[in-house]
């Protein structure tokens, strides 16, 4: 009403759109004033605050395969298994700090108390490793193993990295939605800022990775740990001082309440309606104003068809009212069409999302399989020894790049083929293109790992564990990762966030973390499984302590055609999915997005 106020006669429409259009409010609850309120004053601010706590994470996430293994005493295939399960654990997060924003707190109270956690954790893991873990004082380096440690201590670490695991995986899907919140996608201009906002977010989150997989990762590979963990939890409080103080500037969508309770209605009244013959016409089910709706004011979702079954909770009969003259419904009985739409829509993501798992276990190698590879490689120039998890700095590199050339080159030529459609390729477009350059990841890392092998047999450096063959020939796989990282993960981001309900927008983004978490998990029991399979009397396994001695190329190869049947079913998956329309849209979702095989 703020924004309304101000309108007088012929400049009421110009005083209109000042005001969103989207529902977001300000910091005290009133209309946000577009002026005033969010777009890339707000938007910089938070991609500067993902930079520098990405950087804080990955300044232990990247090495800490190498810090178990060197400091804590693990093996190979025991640190991998670690690594993945702390990674899933921290995307398992993600869904707890989406329930918290899109139910109760809201976004950004989400993103600054789960940051504060982040703070702790990291402060918690920098004194217990320096005062500790890295005992005798250097140890942790390739050559001097640390000693043993106790329970106590060994407790210490781990309530200290779970920590960094909740503070992160209760921030992250709030930070992207969040971010995103701060451009309004009714007004055509703020639209396409927000999807260029992505984009930008995902570079953001790649430079702050960069920093800390160079500079840190070489200080950590060191045996240099505690200066790296300090670092990290330093960025951290930085990027959380930095993000409180755009607090004036940002846009905020109200929570919507418990998504649980709205879906168990929605299926409740569906089942005591079983009996009905819903009406073709879709104006005849259950609707309300958007400021009455369960949703809190949020935009109502239009009816589509699929999923008829579910429509009978918006069926309307006299049962449906507790009392007749006011008109008071029965949540369990009698559901708005929007409320059951939010139910479709998460039903018709699932398959898309189920793909995405598969996809997560290629892109988790990179994190441990690729580094213990690289560790038995030529890692030295001339007298500079290259930390391996510093390799992940190409991938990086691939993200840049293919981010330029993605916005710059690739879509704009794709739109102007396609003539009839503006836009380039869709988001479930892109995300099949990441699926076939994971295959070719994959593909890349099994050959050099075959000629690693090769290498390392030949010249008889088995003793020592080592091989003559370059580190610098897994670029490409890296690379490749990086590539594929650009059209699976932007485009995940940007599709979660465009086809989940403005109530579920932290979810949607939670989403795409717990497929990457479930995906650590799968890589997880895979390596289990093979390693299980493999291992007999004269066999070490596939991956065992001394590379040399195992076949590390064929899980590779494994991956890549687990990959290769996953892009089927998602295909099939993707020409299945139609779009959900959001009443008042500026452009209309009425056609089936899919993939053009």
């Not at 969508?253 to 089942?271: E, T």
């Not at 990179?366 to 120039?381: D, K, P, R, Y």
């Not at 998890?389 to 030529?413: E, H, K, Q, T, W």
Request: charged fraction near 15%.
């Amino acid at each position: 009403m703020a924004c309304l106020e101000l309108s007088k006669g012929a400049k009421f429409k110009e005083d209109q759109d000042a005001c969103t259009l989207d529902g977001t409010v300000d910091m005290h609850g009133r209309p946000a004033i577009r002026t005033k309120s969010g777009r890339w004053v707000a938007g910089i601010i938070i991609l500067l605050n993902q930079g520098l706590a990405t950087l804080a994470f990955f300044g232990v996430g990247v090495n800490l395969v190498l810090f178990l293994t060197r400091v804590v005493g693990e093996n190979n295939a025991d640190a991998a298994n670690s690594v993945s399960k702390w990674t899933g654990t921290v995307y398992i997060f993600s869904l707890i700090g989406a329930l918290l924003s899109d139910s109760y707190w809201g976004r950004y109270k989400t993103c600054a108390i789960f940051q504060v956690i982040f703070v702790i954790g990291l402060v918690s893991l920098s004194l217990s490793s320096y005062l500790f873990l890295l005992m005798p004082r250097g140890c942790g380096d390739e050559l001097t193993p640390c000693g043993a440690h106790s329970s106590m201590e060994m407790g210490l670490f781990y309530l200290s990295i779970y920590l960094v695991a909740l503070g992160n995986g209760g921030y992250q899907p709030n930070i992207v939605s969040f971010g995103a919140d701060q451009f309004d996608e009714e007004n055509p201009k703020e639209g396409l800022s927000k999807v260029s906002f992505f984009s930008y977010f995902y570079l953001a989150l790649n430079l702050g990775e960069l920093f800390s997989n160079t500079i840190l990762v070489y200080f950590e590979d060191e045996g240099i740990w505690a200066l790296g963990f300090w670092v990290s939890a330093g960025s951290a409080f930085a990027a959380l001082v930095l993000f409180l103080v755009g607090t004036p500037r940002y846009r905020h969508f109200k929570p919507s309440g418990n998504p649980l309770s709205r879906f168990s209605q929605v299926i409740v009244a569906a089942v005591k309606k079983w009996r009905v013959e819903v009406p073709s016409n879709a104006k005849d089910l259950y609707t309300v104003a958007g400021n009455e709706s369960s949703t809190n004011g949020n935009r109502r979702i239009l009816h589509t068809h699929g999923f008829k079954f579910l429509d009978k909770a918006a069926f309307i009969s006299s049962r449906d009212f507790v009392d007749q003259n006011q008109c008071i419904r029965n949540p369990w009985r009698l559901c708005p069409i929007t409320q059951v739409e939010e139910v479709k829509c998460i039903l018709r993501l699932l398959p898309i999302w189920l793909c995405t798992i598969i996809y997560s276990v290629v892109f988790t190698q990179m994190a441990s399989l690729f580094v213990e590879q690289g560790a038995v490689m030529n890692t030295t120039i001339s007298n500079f020894r290259i930390p391996p998890a510093s390799m992940s700095s190409f991938d990086i590199l691939s993200v840049a790049l293919f981010i330029f050339l993605y916005r710059r080159i690739l879509d704009p030529l794709v739109g102007r083929i396609k003539k009839s459609d503006s836009k380039g390729l869709t988001e479930l477009q892109r995300m099949g293109i990441g699926l076939v350059i994971a295959v070719m990841a994959m593909v890349s890392a099994g050959i050099v790992e075959c000629y690693r092998l090769k290498y390392a047999i030949k010249d008889c450096k088995t003793c020592d564990g080592s091989s003559s063959l370059s580190i610098f020939w897994q670029i490409p796989q890296y690379a490749f990762i990086g590539a594929s990282e650009v059209f699976m993960y932007v485009g995940q981001l940007e599709f979660f966030n465009a086809q989940t309900p403005d109530g579920l927008k932290s979810f949607g983004s939670a989403l795409c973390m717990t497929s990457i978490s479930l995906g650590n998990y799968v890589s997880s029991l895979l390596v289990s499984i093979v390693m299980k399979i493999s291992t007999e009397d004269h066999m070490p396994g596939w991956i065992p302590g001394n590379l040399n001695k195992g076949h590390l190329d064929r899980f590779f190869f494994l991956l890549a055609a687990l990959t290769t049947v996953d892009l089927v079913v998602y295909i099939g998956s993707a020409k299945w999915y139609k779009c959900i329309k959001l009443e008042g849209k500026f452009e209309e979702a009425d056609e089936e997005d899919d993939i053009k095989v």
